[in-house]
Protein backbone atom coordinates (compact mmCIF):
# COMPACT_ATOMS: atom_id res chain seq x y z
CA UNK A 1 0.00 0.00 0.00
CA UNK A 2 1.14 3.38 -0.84
CA UNK A 3 -1.42 6.18 0.09
CA UNK A 4 -1.11 9.56 1.75
CA UNK A 5 -4.61 9.52 3.33
CA UNK A 6 -6.85 7.08 5.16
CA UNK A 7 -9.81 6.82 7.42
CA UNK A 8 -9.69 6.77 10.69
CA UNK A 9 -12.38 4.80 12.26
CA UNK A 10 -14.12 5.44 15.55
CA UNK A 11 -14.72 1.85 16.43
CA UNK A 12 -10.81 1.52 17.12
CA UNK A 13 -11.37 3.69 20.43
CA UNK A 14 -12.28 1.22 22.13
CA UNK A 15 -9.67 -1.41 21.21
CA UNK A 16 -6.97 1.54 22.41
CA UNK A 17 -8.65 2.49 25.67
CA UNK A 18 -5.75 0.33 27.27
CA UNK A 19 -3.16 2.38 25.85
CA UNK A 20 -1.19 5.17 27.30
CA UNK A 21 -0.26 8.42 25.30
CA UNK A 22 3.11 7.62 24.42
CA UNK A 23 2.13 4.24 22.90
CA UNK A 24 -0.91 5.37 20.96
CA UNK A 25 1.88 8.07 19.82
CA UNK A 26 3.58 5.06 18.86
CA UNK A 27 0.89 3.47 16.88
CA UNK A 28 -0.41 6.15 15.03
CA UNK A 29 3.04 7.00 13.58
CA UNK A 30 3.52 3.04 12.70
CA UNK A 31 0.21 3.45 10.40
CA UNK A 32 0.94 6.52 8.81
CA UNK A 33 4.39 4.49 8.27
CA UNK A 34 2.69 1.86 6.90
CA UNK A 35 0.34 3.57 5.03
CA UNK A 36 3.13 5.50 2.87
CA UNK A 37 4.39 2.15 2.22
CA UNK A 38 6.33 0.44 5.12
CA UNK A 39 6.05 -2.92 5.62
CA UNK A 40 8.50 -3.23 8.01
CA UNK A 41 7.43 -1.72 11.17
CA UNK A 42 9.51 -3.31 14.08
CA UNK A 43 8.21 -3.36 17.57
CA UNK A 44 10.01 -3.51 20.94
CA UNK A 45 9.25 -6.38 23.96
CA UNK A 46 7.59 -3.28 25.44
CA UNK A 47 5.54 -2.52 22.78
CA UNK A 48 3.67 -5.60 22.27
CA UNK A 49 0.26 -4.01 23.40
CA UNK A 50 0.67 -1.36 20.40
CA UNK A 51 1.81 -4.00 18.20
CA UNK A 52 -1.30 -6.05 18.68
CA UNK A 53 -3.45 -2.41 17.92
CA UNK A 54 -1.12 -2.18 15.10
CA UNK A 55 -2.25 -5.40 13.66
CA UNK A 56 -5.41 -5.10 13.70
CA UNK A 57 -5.94 -1.31 12.48
CA UNK A 58 -3.84 -2.57 9.34
CA UNK A 59 -6.13 -5.60 8.83
CA UNK A 60 -9.13 -2.78 8.83
CA UNK A 61 -7.59 -0.27 6.76
CA UNK A 62 -6.75 -3.22 3.84
CA UNK A 63 -10.32 -4.22 4.50
CA UNK A 64 -11.69 -0.92 3.44
CA UNK A 65 -8.99 -0.54 0.51
CA UNK A 66 -10.42 -3.76 -0.60
CA UNK A 67 -13.88 -2.48 -0.24
CA UNK A 68 -12.90 0.66 -2.02
CA UNK A 69 -11.47 -1.18 -4.96
CA UNK A 70 -14.90 -3.53 -5.14
CA UNK A 71 -17.04 -0.43 -5.49
CA UNK A 72 -15.09 1.43 -7.83
CA UNK A 73 -15.76 -1.42 -10.10
CA UNK A 74 -19.27 -1.42 -9.44
CA UNK A 75 -20.48 -1.05 -12.56
CA UNK A 76 -19.33 -4.53 -13.70
CA UNK A 77 -19.81 -5.63 -9.73
CA UNK A 78 -22.62 -7.47 -8.94
CA UNK A 79 -23.67 -6.10 -5.41
CA UNK A 80 -26.93 -8.33 -3.93
CA UNK A 81 -28.24 -6.36 -1.00
CA UNK A 82 -31.49 -9.07 -0.42
CA UNK A 83 -35.09 -7.10 -0.89
CA UNK A 84 -35.89 -7.85 2.34
CA UNK A 85 -33.29 -5.14 4.30
CA UNK A 86 -32.95 -2.93 0.57
CA UNK A 87 -36.16 -1.22 0.78
CA UNK A 88 -35.80 -0.20 4.48
CA UNK A 89 -32.05 0.46 4.79
CA UNK A 90 -32.89 2.96 1.56
CA UNK A 91 -35.48 4.48 3.62
CA UNK A 92 -33.50 5.02 6.18
CA UNK A 93 -30.81 6.92 3.87
CA UNK A 94 -33.17 8.37 1.71
CA UNK A 95 -35.64 10.10 4.47
CA UNK A 96 -33.81 9.71 8.15
CA UNK A 97 -30.55 10.83 6.51
CA UNK A 98 -31.85 12.85 3.31
CA UNK A 99 -29.25 11.51 1.21
CA UNK A 100 -30.17 12.18 -2.29
CA UNK A 101 -28.03 9.39 -3.64
CA UNK A 102 -29.29 7.00 -1.75
CA UNK A 103 -28.62 4.06 -3.38
CA UNK A 104 -25.17 4.51 -4.83
CA UNK A 105 -24.50 5.14 -0.63
CA UNK A 106 -26.46 2.08 0.33
CA UNK A 107 -23.97 0.11 -2.18
CA UNK A 108 -21.13 2.04 -0.40
CA UNK A 109 -22.18 1.15 3.06
CA UNK A 110 -23.09 -2.51 2.07
CA UNK A 111 -19.52 -3.28 0.58
CA UNK A 112 -17.86 -2.16 3.22
CA UNK A 113 -19.14 -4.47 5.83
CA UNK A 114 -19.39 -7.02 3.57
CA UNK A 115 -15.90 -6.78 3.19
CA UNK A 116 -15.76 -7.29 6.90
CA UNK A 117 -17.87 -10.33 7.08
CA UNK A 118 -20.64 -7.86 8.71
CA UNK A 119 -18.29 -7.83 11.72
CA UNK A 120 -17.72 -4.38 14.08
CA UNK A 121 -14.40 -2.74 15.42
CA UNK A 122 -14.12 -5.42 17.90
CA UNK A 123 -15.14 -8.27 15.72
CA UNK A 124 -18.63 -8.87 16.85
CA UNK A 125 -21.43 -9.82 14.35
CA UNK A 126 -23.14 -6.66 13.35
CA UNK A 127 -26.78 -7.52 14.75
CA UNK A 128 -28.70 -4.32 13.69
CA UNK A 129 -28.01 -2.71 10.20
CA UNK A 130 -30.30 -0.05 10.25
CA UNK A 131 -29.02 1.11 13.19
CA UNK A 132 -25.47 0.81 12.17
CA UNK A 133 -26.43 2.72 8.55
CA UNK A 134 -27.79 5.85 10.84
CA UNK A 135 -24.10 6.65 12.25
CA UNK A 136 -22.38 6.06 8.80
CA UNK A 137 -20.31 8.33 8.06
CA UNK A 138 -22.10 9.88 4.56
CA UNK A 139 -19.87 10.36 1.17
CA UNK A 140 -19.77 14.12 -0.21
CA UNK A 141 -20.03 12.88 -3.29
CA UNK A 142 -23.94 11.66 -2.30
CA UNK A 143 -25.64 15.16 -1.71
CA UNK A 144 -28.53 16.11 0.73
CA UNK A 145 -31.57 16.92 0.44
CA UNK A 146 -33.73 20.00 2.07
CA UNK A 147 -35.80 19.25 4.96
CA UNK A 148 -38.89 20.41 3.57
CA UNK A 149 -38.62 18.27 0.02
CA UNK A 150 -37.89 15.10 2.78
CA UNK A 151 -40.96 15.19 4.71
CA UNK A 152 -43.16 16.40 1.79
CA UNK A 153 -41.63 13.61 -0.04
CA UNK A 154 -41.86 11.30 2.50
CA UNK A 155 -45.86 11.87 2.63
CA UNK A 156 -45.91 11.20 -1.31
CA UNK A 157 -44.18 8.18 -0.82
CA UNK A 158 -46.44 6.56 2.49
CA UNK A 159 -49.39 7.74 0.19
CA UNK A 160 -47.92 6.03 -3.16
CA UNK A 161 -46.71 2.90 -1.10
CA UNK A 162 -50.57 2.15 0.15
CA UNK A 163 -52.34 3.02 -3.27
CA UNK A 164 -49.75 0.42 -5.08
CA UNK A 165 -50.42 -2.17 -2.61
CA UNK A 166 -54.17 -1.76 -2.87
CA UNK A 167 -53.98 -2.25 -6.28
CA UNK A 168 -51.49 -4.70 -7.52
CA UNK A 169 -49.54 -5.37 -4.58
CA UNK A 170 -46.05 -3.52 -5.90
CA UNK A 171 -43.80 -1.66 -3.96
CA UNK A 172 -43.03 2.27 -3.84
CA UNK A 173 -39.55 2.07 -3.83
CA UNK A 174 -39.19 3.21 -7.10
CA UNK A 175 -39.51 6.72 -6.25
CA UNK A 176 -36.26 6.41 -4.38
CA UNK A 177 -34.64 4.59 -6.71
CA UNK A 178 -35.92 7.00 -9.85
CA UNK A 179 -35.21 9.85 -8.28
CA UNK A 180 -31.90 11.26 -9.55
CA UNK A 181 -32.21 15.13 -7.73
CA UNK A 182 -33.60 18.34 -8.28
CA UNK A 183 -33.10 22.25 -8.79
CA UNK A 184 -35.26 24.80 -8.04
CA UNK A 185 -33.91 28.42 -9.23
CA UNK A 186 -37.33 29.94 -7.95
CA UNK A 187 -39.25 29.99 -11.15
CA UNK A 188 -38.94 26.10 -11.98
CA UNK A 189 -38.43 23.16 -9.88
CA UNK A 190 -36.98 20.73 -11.94
CA UNK A 191 -36.82 16.96 -10.50
CA UNK A 192 -34.85 14.44 -12.55
CA UNK A 193 -36.40 11.17 -12.35
CA UNK A 194 -37.01 7.99 -14.25
CA UNK A 195 -39.58 7.44 -16.91
CA UNK A 196 -41.76 5.62 -14.52
CA UNK A 197 -41.39 7.51 -11.92
CA UNK A 198 -42.36 10.90 -14.06
CA UNK A 199 -45.22 8.61 -15.48
CA UNK A 200 -46.33 8.13 -11.81
CA UNK A 201 -46.44 11.37 -10.67
CA UNK A 202 -48.14 12.57 -13.54
CA UNK A 203 -51.04 10.28 -13.70
CA UNK A 204 -51.46 10.42 -9.72
CA UNK A 205 -50.99 14.38 -9.78
CA UNK A 206 -54.67 15.00 -8.35
CA UNK A 207 -53.73 12.50 -5.38
CA UNK A 208 -50.24 14.27 -4.23
CA UNK A 209 -51.08 18.03 -6.29
CA UNK A 210 -51.48 19.90 -2.50
CA UNK A 211 -48.11 18.06 -0.84
CA UNK A 212 -46.59 18.98 -4.68
CA UNK A 213 -47.43 22.59 -4.21
CA UNK A 214 -46.41 22.47 -0.75
CA UNK A 215 -43.05 20.90 -1.58
CA UNK A 216 -42.24 23.16 -4.16
CA UNK A 217 -43.79 26.56 -2.96
CA UNK A 218 -44.10 29.29 -5.81
CA UNK A 219 -42.08 27.24 -8.40
CA UNK A 220 -43.44 25.14 -11.37
CA UNK A 221 -42.65 21.65 -11.64
CA UNK A 222 -41.05 20.53 -14.19
CA UNK A 223 -39.10 17.21 -15.10
CA UNK A 224 -35.82 16.07 -16.81
CA UNK A 225 -36.97 12.50 -17.47
CA UNK A 226 -33.69 10.33 -17.84
CA UNK A 227 -32.53 6.55 -17.30
CA UNK A 228 -29.54 6.21 -15.39
CA UNK A 229 -27.09 3.73 -16.00
CA UNK A 230 -27.44 1.13 -13.10
CA UNK A 231 -30.08 2.92 -11.55
CA UNK A 232 -34.03 0.88 -11.62
CA UNK A 233 -37.14 2.68 -11.73
Given at each position: ?190 MSVSPSLHNFIENNISVFGQTIRTMIGAAKLTYKVERIKGAKG
Amino acid sequence: MDKSTFVFQTSWLDGLSHLGNRQIGRLVRAVCRYVEGNKDERFEEADMAVERAFRFIVKDIEDSLRCSDIFESSLSYDIRIPDSERARLLEILFFDRRVKNAVVELERFWCYYEARGWRDGKGSPILNKAALLRNWIVGDDCGRLSKRFTICYKKIYDEAKVMLQYRDGADALFLITGFYGYHNDGCDFEMSVSPSLHNFIENNISVFGQTIRTMIGAAKLTYKVERIKGAKG
